[in-house]
């Protein structure tokens, strides 16, 4: 029998193979790439990391889950999780992940959930450009199970290169012939402390959950909209503004809709302050302040007037009659 043959075909099916794995990582490299900077000027992961992981994750974008979901990284339901779901078998059939409408919404949640999860936090406080830290430490955060994950995403980054997506001097200790260059906006230009700039990183979230950030000195609602990929014309919504308002630093800026009913039935004007900014402290929607007091729009209270934060109850309306 000539053994020749089959092992020729054989090795004619593993090139074919090999190649064509090449082919799409490459397409997966040049379709994503721009989106994983976004991520990484946004809030300081990797650029590197977010693609690794995307690679091995959703098998160059072409597995049963992120052909279906697209989801690249295999990122489960959790009890948090209100959007659109799929059914897919992992480390047990039948498993619950996420679905999103388009791969761009995949990579930004998986932003948010490294950022928001307490178990990663101290994966940002490595240097910029440090994937081989990254990597081993989503493994030793729990990230996924397989015990090779961290060497799995090392290797597709040197193979591929992508520490060059970092821009950082990190890189040049694997090619001298990378060139430095800053950790830079979407508007290619440099991101000074990026660090300390990372929009996403300062969020804060208070007794009624709605999260926020504070504007800093010579900062731009069109800065936080560009970092947060929000339009301007939401967070306006959001905090009550028009193209008018006057910001300054100390501000609260929320990134989604109030939700406060306020804490207490009442609250005092204060000097110097409008309803607008009663609303912000309260975190309550200012039509609403307008409706529980019969205030009409563009009211302005004086200081040391009772408003209301809640409607009048019907013992409050018989009493009042």
């Known amino acids: 029998m000539n053994l020749r043959r089959p092992l020729l075909l054989l090795l004619i099916i593993c090139n ?42 959703s098998g160059n974008g072409k597995s049963e889950l992120a052909r279906k979901s697209n989801n690249h990284f295999g990122i489960k339901c959790h009890s948090s999780w209100k959007g659109a779901r799929v059914y897919h078998d992992d480390d047990e059939q039948g498993e619950c992940f996420r679905k999103y409408e388009e791969v761009r919404h995949s990579f930004e949640d998986h932003t948010d959930f490294l950022v928001r999860g307490s178990r990663y936090k101290f994966l940002f406080e490595l240097e910029p450009g440090d994937y081989k830290g990254w990597a081993e430490g989503l ?10 994950y961290a060497e799995r995403l090392i290797k597709i980054i040197e193979d591929e290169m992508l520490y060059v997506f970092d821009g950082t001097a990190a890189s040049l200790s694997i090619n001298t012939n990378v060139q430095k260059g800053p950790v830079l906006n979407k508007k290619g230009r440099p991101i000074k402390n990026a660090r300390q700039r990372f929009i996403i990183r300062r969020m804060i979230d208070d007794e009624t959950r709605v999260p926020f950030i504070v504007l800093q000195d010579g900062e ?8 947060l990929n929000l339009p301007i014309v939401a967070l306006l919504e959001f905090n009550d503004m028009t193209w008018e308002t006057v910001l300054s630093a100390g501000d609260r800026i929320y990134i989604d809709v109030k939700k406060g ?15 607008r900014d009663i609303s912000q402290r309260e975190q309550m929607k200012l039509s609403k ?12 209270p004086m200081v040391g007037d009772e408003i209301r934060l809640r409607p009048v109850g019907i013992i409050e309306r018989l009493q009042g009659q």
């Open 220 to 227: 731009r609602i069109e800065y936080v909209a560009d970092s």
């Open 289 to 300: 302040i307008y409706k529980f007091n019969d205030f009409h729009v563009g009211y302005q």
């Open 261 to 275: 009913r306020g804490i207490t039935k009442t609250t005092t004007v204060k000097e110097s302050e409008s309803l």
């Open 16 to 57: 074919a193979t090999t190649f064509a794995q090449t082919k799409a990582r490459s397409q997966y490299i040049s379709e994503y790439s721009e989106i994983a900077i976004d991520e990484m000027n946004r809030s300081g992961i990797p650029a590197s990391i977010t693609l690794a992981q995307g690679i091995l994750e």
């Open 139 to 148: 493994k030793k955060a729990g990230y996924a199970t397989s015990p090779d």
